[in-house]
């Protein structure tokens, strides 16, 4: 069970950038997958989440409307586009995959607390 975080990097403020998160091992394409960041000193934050259809997503409002999140269930793969990023979007993104079942895979989570698995973190960093 892995997942494979990919795509960050030092960006201006303005630009953008697209986050990957590949996951092997077991079927993620059943599960309910996030993002989250962690800035130093600071708690892990939600940012996105997809629900296993890819239907249902939830943004944090520091977000919304400049990040969207996707996924591709064939390729085991999420993303995140990161547009008009901001200094304050400095941070590792990780992303997760929940262990839900069922109806509860329709679901965009928006708790840490929901998600089993995690991914090891890609570093953000955007200059003013």
């Known amino acids: 069970v892995q997942l494979q975080a990919s795509g960050g990097g030092l960006v201006q403020a303005g630009g953008s950038l697209r986050l990957s998160c590949a996951a092997s091992?077991?079927?993620?394409?059943?599960?309910?997958m996030g993002w989250f960041r962690q800035a130093p000193g600071k708690e892990r934050d939600f940012v996105a989440a997809?629900?296993?259809?890819?239907?249902?997503?939830n943004y944090a409002d520091s977000v919304k409307g400049r990040f969207t999140v996707s996924r591709d269930n064939v390729k085991n793969t999420m993303y995140l586009q990161m547009n008009s990023l901001k200094p304050e979007d400095t941070a590792i993104y990780y992303c997760?995959?929940?262990?839900?079942?069922?109806?509860?895979?329709?679901?965009?989570?928006?708790?840490?607390?929901?998600?089993?698995?995690w991914g090891q973190g890609t570093l953000v960093t955007v200059s003013s």
């Open positions: 997760a995959a929940s262990d839900r079942r069922g109806p509860q895979r329709e679901i965009a989570y928006t708790g840490t607390f929901d998600y089993t698995y």
């Open positions: 091992g077991r079927t993620f394409s059943m599960s309910p």
């Open positions: 997809i629900s296993w259809s890819g239907v249902s997503r």
